[in-house]
């Protein structure tokens, strides 16, 4: 079972990259975020690989740390996710993003992955509310640390999206504004960051 490979970046696209370690090509699938991180062909780059073993084939997936292999392994274990879904919901929301959402029970949130309707964010939100802990600066029961409410993401992206923002706009200003303070600071730090 490979966990994780160093060598030469030989070929770099948005979702797939090719590794060369001893002589040997390693062709890994990987989100956008992570195809951007490595850098340019012919770097020395180093990805953690979680194996997925089918009957009919082998296909390695590529995180630029620990922690998204272990999400993406969290995501495998829920009813109906397979690779493609857990990777297309990681590359949205990364593995602290995703842990809010479960921990707020957003669904509107998980509904921004393409391919996830409601009726599979509420089942995933019911299969992960186990398995997922809090982040860094996030208490259970709903508030968030310090002067945040269980709510207030959910205010944020409801003002955004009444300004005329797009799904896909609000979720970057979601994953980019930090929980703390009050609603009307996190709009106003999302708004100045769509300004750009």
């Known amino acids: 079972m490979i966990g994780s490979l160093r060598g030469e970046l030989l070929v770099s696209e948005p979702n797939e990259v090719l590794i060369e370690v001893a002589g040997m090509g390693y062709r890994v699938t990987v989100g956008p975020n992570v195809s951007a991180l ?3 062909v012919g770097a020395n780059v180093f990805v953690h690989i979680h194996h997925h073993i089918r009957e009919d084939a082998q296909h390695l997936y590529g ?3 620990i922690g998204e292999r272990m999400m ?3 995501l495998l274990s829920a009813h109906g996710v397979g690779p493609s879904l857990a990777l297309a919901i990681l590359s949205v929301h990364g593995p602290d993003g995703l842990r809010r959402a479960v921990i707020d029970e957003d669904v509107a949130t998980l509904c921004l992955v393409p391919g996830v309707g409601k009726k599979t964010a509420q089942r995933l939100l019911v299969e992960l509310s186990s398995k997922v802990e809090a982040p860094v600066g996030h208490v259970g ?3 968030a640390v310090p002067g945040g409410s ?3 993401r959910s205010d944020v992206r409801d003002g955004l999206s009444a300004l005329g923002y797009s799904d896909e706009e609000v979720a970057h200003a979601l994953r980019e504004v930090p929980d703390e303070g009050s609603t009307a600071k996190q709009i106003r730090a999302a708004l100045n960051l769509l300004a750009f």
């Open 38 to 40: 490595l850098g340019e």
């Open 63 to 65: 995180f630029a740390d």
């Open 72 to 74: 993406f392994e969290t």
């Open 141 to 143: 029961g709903g508030s």
């Open 150 to 152: 269980s709510d207030s």
